[in-house]
């Protein structure tokens, strides 16, 4: 059974950090991409950093550039996201995904696989 399970969100005061973790149980993990997304309340569901399977290339939404960084543990089959400079936007819920078909970009609809979400909200 593929499973998807996020933690390390929480309240952190604007340019704080914080490293979120997407636990995968059921599936080998660096064998597919994973994504990283967030949904703030009234706005759609945007991808903000995705690693592929084959090279290990990832993508990042423009907000985030430079200050997120996402990466992959095999070893603990987990992927992170590292949070840096938070600003009050970047308040949402986070959710990591997947999918057995290569995606061909970042974007919420390429991926099936999701798991239940993080709230991170970054207020002073």
């Known amino acids: 059974q593929v499973q998807l399970v996020e933690s390390g969100g929480g309240l952190v005061q604007p340019g704080g950090s914080l490293r979120l973790s997407c636990a995968a149980s059921g599936f080998t993990l660096d064998y597919y991409a994973i994504g990283w997304f967030r949904q703030a309340p009234g706005k759609e569901r945007e991808g903000v950093s995705c690693?592929?399977?084959?090279?290990?290339?990832?993508y990042y939404a423009d907000s985030v550039k430079g200050r997120f960084t996402i990466s992959r543990d095999n070893a603990k089959n987990t992927v992170y996201l590292q949070m840096n400079s938070l600003k009050p936007e970047d308040t949402a819920v986070y959710y990591c995904?997947?999918?057995?078909?290569?995606?061909?970009?970042?974007?919420?609809?390429?991926?099936?696989?999701w798991g239940q979400g993080t709230q991170v909200t970054v207020s002073s």
């Open positions: 690693i592929s399977s084959s090279d290990g290339s990832t």
């Open positions: 995904a997947t999918d057995f078909i290569p995606p061909s970009g970042c974007r919420s609809q390429e991926y099936d696989y």
